[in-house]
């Protein structure tokens, strides 16, 4: 049963506006999409809510719609058709942020129950699949990741940990100061002497 | 004339009680200030039905070091690219496995590492999913909590919440311990707000004094300003520094253009 939780709304002043280099923003993008990626695959999301999301925080402005959404994305390094003429900024970049976080805060309790399904079968030491919630997550993302990317070959195990890796960060990016711990995990991933 | 005040903090497995007493710097702030704040922290048996464990009593300064451990543990874990790699975190005693089993979580054990004298609260990684909460005392043998990752997460959220709805005056007494705030991340926030109040406070209040004792305001606004004066350096020295970004327009599409693109991308 959920109780009644206190909703932060955080804006985008409340993200400190930290210094990215061209190659800080290549792997905030990279990282941001795979995020998003993971919330796709394990709530079942589209463009629809993502856009809605960003309407209800008031990012309508920097992504205006879903073709402004489909360049932000298409703007990873990662991506298949990337090919450099897509950029980023930094305002864009904390709009994906905040936009992330929500989703994840709406959409916490599938999360929260994929992760303790992980718990609970890691320490019975069967994998991941055999639990409906996780096998269809891994599904998704592994068929969304070989659709999109442009290492489409990339071994299966690889790709479960990556997609478990990232199942567990959105545990952490789902309560109330998540947005800033993103922000800040995106700054110091990115950062060269990190 | 302050009154007492009871703020509690509930997540899924957490309960955080706090007892204080407001401050009349309240009305000046958009938070609450309080000041000799208490707390209570229990573990909650969600799913066991177990009764609460309370695991933690103290001050806010030990309230604050447990949200810095816990903060800079978690911080160091999203850094790291994947399950495999080994945390930042020098406390980690050996690699990670992907998907190491883990058990009994919410038992105490004996600890059998040392955490850092700076901060009586460590955390450790223990196999992929699990982590390992450490509490040393001078008064207490140290204790150790095993915690799921949903128990961590539901702890930095009470934390959290905690962190930004309260400011607390900075304890007057000679014997309060010096807390280490100078790597924490959010307090660095919490530091430029309290300073502000108190320099808010001290406004109002110094121009009360010096209309009717001007001689005894001399020390508390020596102590004031230098509070305040403090705070804009430690706040930046606590950002990082400002940067040119690098701008990029993003085309805008038209409206007749998102219907080659799909539902998902």
Same mark, same amino acid.
């Given at each position: 049963?959920?109780?009644?939780?206190?909703?932060?709304?955080?804006?985008?002043?409340?993200?400190?506006?930290?210094?990215?280099?061209?190659?800080?923003?290549?792997?905030?993008?990279?990282?941001?999409?795979?995020?998003?990626l993971?919330?796709?695959a394990?709530?079942?999301?589209?463009?629809?809510?993502?856009?809605?999301?960003?309407?209800?925080?008031?990012?309508?402005?920097?992504?205006?719609?879903?073709?402004?959404?489909?360049?932000?994305?298409?703007?990873?390094?990662?991506?298949?058709?990337?090919?450099?003429?897509?950029?980023?900024?930094?305002?864009?970049?904390?709009?994906?942020?905040?936009?992330?976080?929500?989703?994840?805060?709406?959409?916490?309790?599938?999360?929260?129950?994929?992760?303790?399904?992980?718990?609970?079968?890691?320490?019975?030491?069967?994998?991941?699949h055999?639990?409906?919630?996780?096998g269809d997550y891994l599904d998704r993302f592994c068929n969304f990741y070989q659709e999109?990317m442009?290492?489409d070959?990339a071994a299966i195990a690889e790709l479960t940990e990556l997609a478990?890796?990232?199942?567990?960060?959105?545990?952490?990016?789902?309560?109330?100061?998540?947005?800033?711990?993103?922000?800040?995990?995106?700054?110091?991933?990115?950062?060269?002497?990190? | 004339?302050?009154?007492?005040?009871?703020?509690?903090?509930?997540?899924?497995?957490?309960?955080?009680?706090?007892?204080?007493?407001?401050?009349?710097?309240?009305?000046?702030?958009?938070?609450?200030?309080?000041?000799?704040?208490?707390?209570?922290?229990?573990?909650?048996?969600?799913?066991?039905?177990?009764?609460?464990?309370?695991?933690?009593?103290?001050?806010?300064?030990?309230?604050?070091?447990?949200?810095?451990?816990?903060?800079?543990?978690?911080?160091?874990?999203?850094?790291?690219?994947?399950?495999?790699?080994?945390?930042?975190?020098?406390?980690?005693?050996?690699?990670?496995?992907?998907?190491?089993?883990?058990?009994?979580?919410?038992?105490?054990?004996?600890?059998?590492?040392?955490?850092?004298?700076?901060?009586?609260?460590?955390?450790?990684?223990?196999?992929?999913?699990?982590?390992?909460?450490?509490?040393?005392?001078?008064?207490?043998?140290?204790?150790?909590?095993?915690?799921?990752?949903?128990?961590?997460?539901?702890?930095?959220?009470?934390?959290?919440?905690?962190?930004?709805?309260?400011?607390?005056?900075?304890?007057?007494?000679?014997?309060?311990?010096?807390?280490?705030?100078?790597?924490?991340?959010?307090? @660095?926030?919490?530091?430029? $707000? *309290?300073?502000? =109040?108190? +320099?808010?406070? &001290? #406004? /109002?209040?110094?121009?009360?004094?010096?209309?009717?004792?001007?001689?005894?305001?001399?020390?508390?606004? @020596?102590?004031?300003?230098? $509070? *305040?004066?403090? =705070?804009? +350096?430690?706040? &930046? #020295? /606590?950002?990082?520094?400002?940067?040119?970004?690098?701008?990029?327009?993003?085309?805008?599409?038209?409206? @007749?253009?998102?219907?080659?693109?799909?539902?998902?991308?």
């Amino acid at each position: 049963m959920s109780r009644p939780r206190l909703t932060l709304l955080p804006s985008l002043q409340e993200l400190p506006a930290l210094p990215a280099t061209v190659e800080q923003l290549d792997s905030i993008k990279a990282h941001l999409d795979l995020l998003l990626l993971a919330l796709e695959a394990i709530a079942d999301l589209g463009s629809e809510a993502m856009l809605e999301a960003a309407e209800t925080l008031g990012l309508d402005t920097v992504i205006t719609d879903r073709v402004s959404l489909w360049r932000l994305r298409q703007s990873s390094p990662l991506r298949k058709s990337s090919g450099g003429r897509k950029k980023l900024d930094v305002e864009e970049a904390r709009s994906l942020v905040l936009m992330s976080c929500h989703l994840a805060q709406t959409h916490r309790q599938v999360i929260r129950e994929a992760v303790d399904r992980l718990e609970r079968l890691t320490a019975q030491r069967k994998p991941p699949h055999s639990a409906a919630v996780l096998g269809d997550y891994l599904d998704r993302f592994c068929n969304f990741y070989q659709e999109r990317m442009v290492d489409d070959d990339a071994a299966i195990a690889e790709l479960t940990e990556l997609a478990l890796k990232l199942l567990i960060d959105l545990v952490f990016y789902s309560g109330s100061g998540g947005s800033r711990r993103l922000w800040l995990a995106l700054l110091d991933r990115s950062n060269p002497t990190g | 004339m302050s009154d007492s005040v009871l703020n509690r903090y509930t997540s899924d497995s957490w309960s955080l009680e706090l007892t204080g007493e407001s401050s009349p710097l309240s009305r000046w702030t958009r938070r609450p200030v309080v000041k000799d704040e208490h707390f209570r922290l229990s573990l909650l048996g969600f799913e066991t039905g177990a009764a609460p464990i309370s695991w933690l009593e103290g001050d806010r300064p030990l309230l604050e070091r447990l949200y810095q451990a816990a903060e800079s543990y978690v911080q160091s874990k999203l850094q790291t690219p994947s399950l495999t790699s080994p945390p930042v975190s020098a406390r980690s005693p050996r690699p990670l496995a992907l998907l190491e089993p883990d058990t009994e979580l919410g038992t105490l054990a004996p600890l059998d590492a040392e955490p850092d004298s700076a901060n009586p609260f460590a955390l450790e990684a223990d196999g992929s999913l699990c982590h390992r909460l450490h509490y040393s005392s001078p008064t207490t043998q140290t204790r150790t909590l095993k915690l799921s990752t949903i128990q961590l997460a539901d702890l930095l959220d009470v934390l959290d919440r905690w962190q930004a709805e309260t400011l607390a005056l900075p304890q007057q007494t000679a014997a309060a311990p010096a807390v280490a705030t100078r790597d924490f991340v959010v307090p @660095a926030w919490g530091r430029i $707000a *309290a300073s502000a =109040a108190i +320099a808010l406070g &001290a #406004a /109002g209040g110094g121009i009360y004094l010096l209309m009717s004792q001007p001689v005894e305001t001399t020390t508390a606004q @020596a102590d004031v300003e230098a $509070a *305040a004066n403090g =705070a804009p +350096a430690d706040f &930046a #020295a /606590g950002l990082p520094q400002v940067s040119t970004n690098p701008s990029g327009e993003l085309p805008t599409g038209s409206q @007749a253009n998102q219907q080659i693109f799909p539902h998902r991308f």
